[in-house]
């Protein structure tokens, strides 16, 4: 079963009801609080994001800035594309990085063939945040993504340490939105909560919106560890034994470059890439070599202020 | 059949009826579920040691309810067809949980409850029934779940269905539809069931796939504005979602601070358009400058809003800290936000029994019906006419957390002449009793005054003129007074809720 493709935005009126419910939750953010900020992490999600934030306030321009944690891992064509993009909406680009909170010693690099920056850039985040003073962080996830996400409110309350507080969130009725809050406290704001993978992908289709390169089908060093695909790169610390070999491959999530998972994959354009989404039989974060640490994996890092 | 949109459905059951296999199920068997999800709760389930796939586990996310076993928050799940895209708000059945359901049908088009075909109609499923009365719920579909269980037996599922249908029926919901299924099994959820020949009715996601979400007749344009955009000195756009109605290029519009204007232009999705219609984002630019400003509503002169700064109101209490009368709360309407106290409780409603009972006081969970008195007017519309617009939550000014979930039933006119007069009870208990009784019924909104038993008669007429009930004590009761004798010790209880019977 599936939505038939590729038809034009107006024919699909569930995108064009996810797309309004978007621009609503993105303009209860700018009429509700200071200091907005829109988490840019150079996938999909936070690009519709953008595109949406568009929509919302043209024929102004978009009323908040996006603010980039770089892990300094990041693929190349994540950043040409994020400078691209600023070029072309006129959007105000912030980037913090990683490296910033390891030289200072607010972070400790991890060592050893599982490192990652991932986990690192939590407390990059909540630095900028309070630096800046941000009082909502507008995020690209949804509710499908992941199981503790499914229960994720709309404006979902931060703590002052950053911290989500899974069983005492504020109820969350109709089309109202709560934001108020101490001083200290902030929000995580989520306006694609409602919007599937698919969902995603239809809107990228029938708006037409640019992505990274990394999306479509490449041929790619790789390595393979356990059934994930790694790309290979400087900053991969390899396992013995492991030697990179090059794959057709496309990314499905773009993030750290040490932790996101490619697949083998043929799509070289945005239509193969819905059907391929369409016979998916592997969800797209199981790709994430982070989120195998442990089945609650994701809950814990929430509760710390992840994104 | 109108263009494939979204179907919200709220599922509502009590614990173990099978709210959890369901959904997994109509998940399963709509092939929504991805082959490392399914991996994932194969072994949790091995780990718990239960022999088959447990679907439940699909939904229980959190990691508390997946130790204790059961579901405590709202989830989100979803699913799409070839007809439509499904939202369903997974809540749970406890009482304790009143306000999560409250919660996840407030969105909801559909409400599917469901009972357990050996347990039959329990009081939980008449709550749910009930809230999604009062949420303004217009379609129920009642799942009677564990067919297997009662050998799929025609005679139990009429009897079900018809003791339900009769408590329905006092709801004024108007269509409800029955469904015999098993969710382990599959019976009638996707699939039609072998087991059950005597059923002709749809299968549940057939049912969901047609249904005809309840339209609203409600046309009048309402525009609450959310935020105002100034990219330069010569262009002001005020932009807001259309809760109902339509806007054009030319229109005359009101806003609620009472000034009119024409419209100039209008942005729709970031594009110039000449037209917009309900459910579209907007930009609206005006032809004169007017001062407007997030939480003012824009609609037609014609066809104005109700305004008042006293409304009554059926709300859903959804925090520890009880409701106090007199205490300030913040009132969020959509983008508006005003002061608002709670001037009294006309009562509280038994959600399983529909009894309404005076109380001084809602706490965690219950519903009731108040009076909110708010700083200044609101522009607003009964509920059930227009949830955009007579829907609200109240919010503490302190914890700052949503304390209350209200729905709008009409204005209470502060100019309406006070015809309620007071009443005259005359009671058989000593006067101290009777002034601490007097400070308990302040609390429920009755104003009274004690007064001993030789007074001028053209005093205590003065009194009831003015609303103001009149106790008297002593000596043998009044012609005119209404006697109530009270028995035995320690009757304070027994008396507080006799008196308020009477005023
Ligand atoms: N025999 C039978 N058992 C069922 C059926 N539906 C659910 N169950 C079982 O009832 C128990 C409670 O189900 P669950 O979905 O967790 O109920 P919830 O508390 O309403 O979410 C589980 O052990 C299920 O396997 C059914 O149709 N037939
Ligand atoms: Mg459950």
């Known amino acids: 079963m599936g939505i038939s493709l590729l038809q034009p935005v107006q024919k699909h009126e569930h995108l064009r009801q996810l797309e309004s419910e978007a621009i609503y939750t993105l303009r209860e953010v700018a009429g509700q609080f200071e200091r907005p900020a829109l988490l840019f992490s150079g996938g999909k999600d936070s690009i519709v994001l953008v595109h949406l934030a568009q929509k919302a306030f043209a024929p102004g321009g978009i009323p908040f800035p996006l603010l980039h944690i770089d892990t300094g891992h990041n693929f190349e064509e994540t950043i040409e594309f994020r400078d691209e993009l600023v070029r072309r909406t006129g959007a105000t680009l912030l980037v913090r990085y990683v490296q910033d909170s390891i030289d200072s010693g607010r972070v400790r690099e991890e060592t050893g063939p599982y490192s990652s920056r991932n986990g690192l850039q939590t407390v990059t985040l909540l630095d900028a945040l309070s630096e800046l003073k941000t009082d909502a962080a507008i995020g690209g996830a949804r509710r499908d993504e992941e199981k503790a996400r499914s229960k994720e409110r709309v404006f979902s309350h931060r703590d002052v340490f950053g911290q989500w507080d899974p069983k005492n969130q504020r109820p969350e009725l109709w089309n109202i939105y709560n934001g108020s809050k101490n001083p200290g406290e902030h929000f995580r704001v989520f306006p694609l909560s409602n919007w599937t993978e698919l969902d995603i992908w239809q809107y990228i289709v029938s708006e037409g919106i640019p992505i990274p390169s990394l999306y479509f089908s490449h041929v790619r060093k790789v390595i393979q560890r356990s059934d994930v695909l790694l790309a290979d790169s400087e900053f991969l610390a390899k396992l013995p034994g492991e030697v990179p070999e090059l794959r057709r491959i496309r990314f499905r999530t773009v993030g750290d470059s040490t932790c996101t998972g490619a697949i083998e994959s043929n799509a070289s354009s945005l239509e193969d890439i819905l059907s391929e989404v369409i016979s998916a039989r592997v969800t797209e974060r199981s790709g994430r070599a982070d989120d195998r640490r442990s089945d609650a994996a994701m809950e814990d890092r929430k509760r710390q202020g992840y994104f | ?503």
């Open chain 2, 1 to 503: 059949m109108a263009a494939a949109g979204i179907l919200r459905f709220a599922t509502a059951g009590s614990v173990d009826d099978g709210k959890s296999s369901l959904i997994g199920r109509l998940l399963y068997d709509s092939k929504s579920i991805l082959e490392d999800q399914l991996l994932s709760i194969e072994k949790a389930s091995q780990q718990r040691g239960s022999g088959q796939v447990e679907l439940a586990l699909l939904t229980d996310g959190l990691r508390a309810e997946r130790e204790q076993n059961i579901t405590i928050d709202v989830a989100y799940r979803y699913f799409s067809t070839d007809k439509r895209k499904f939202i369903i708000a997974d809540t749970p059945g406890h009482l304790q949980y009143t306000r999560n359901m409250v919660t996840g049908t407030s969105t909801a088009d559909v409400s599917v409850i469901l009972i357990d075909a050996r347990k039959g109609v329990l009081s939980q499923s008449k709550r749910h029934a009930a809230i999604s009365a009062l949420l303004g719920i217009r379609q129920l579909v009642v799942a009677v779940n564990k067919m297997d269980l009662v050998d799929f037996s025609e005679h139990r599922f009429d009897e079900i269905a018809q003791e339900f249908s009769a408590f329905v029926a006092k709801l004024g919901i108007p269509q409800t539809e029955f469904i015999p299924i098993s969710a382990l099994l599959g019976d009638n959820v996707v699939e039609p069931s072998a087991s059950m020949e005597w059923y002709s009715g749809p299968t549940l996601l057939k049912f969901l796939e047609e249904v005809e979400p309840h339209q609203k007749p409600f046309e009048e344009l309402r525009l609450p504005i959310q935020y105002v955009i100034r990219p330069n000195q010569d262009y002001r756009g005020y932009s807001g979602r259309i809760e109902s109605g339509a806007l054009n290029v030319g229109d005359t519009v009101e806003v609620s601070t009472g000034s009119t204007a024409r419209v100039q232009s209008l942005y729709v999705g970031g594009q110039a358009e000449l037209g917009a219609i309900a459910g579209q984002g907007v930009v609206v630019e005006l032809d004169r400058d007017i001062d407007v400003s997030r939480g003012d509503l824009l609609f037609a002169p014609t066809s104005p809003p109700l305004v008042s700064d006293r409304i009554e109101a059926i709300v859903c209490w959804m925090t520890e800290q009880p409701l106090e009368l007199g205490r300030r709360y913040l009132l969020l309407q959509g983008p508006t936000r005003v002061s608002a106290t709670v001037e009294s409780i006309v009562h509280r409603v038994d959600v399983d029994s529909l009894d309404e009972q005076p109380v001084s006081s809602l706490g965690m969970n219950d519903i009731g019906r108040i009076i909110v008195h708010t700083a200044s007017p609101l522009h607003f519309d009964p509920y059930a006419v227009s949830p955009g617009t007579g829907s609200f939550v109240m919010v503490d000014p302190f914890t700052h957390s949503t304390v209350a979930a209200g729905m709008i039933q009409e204005a209470v006119s502060k100019s309406e002449p006070e015809i309620v007069t007071g009443k005259w009870l005359w009671l058989s208990i000593p006067i101290d009793d009777a002034r601490s009784l007097s400070s308990e019924l302040r609390k429920f909104g009755k104003v009274v005054v004690v007064l001993p038993n030789n007074l001028d008669d053209v005093l205590i007429k003065d009194f009831l003129q003015q609303g103001i009930h009149v106790i008297s004590v002593g000596g043998n009761p009044m012609p005119g007074s209404v006697k109530v004798v009270i028995e035995g010790q320690d009757t304070r209880p027994l008396t507080l809720e006799a008196i308020l019977s009477l005023l």
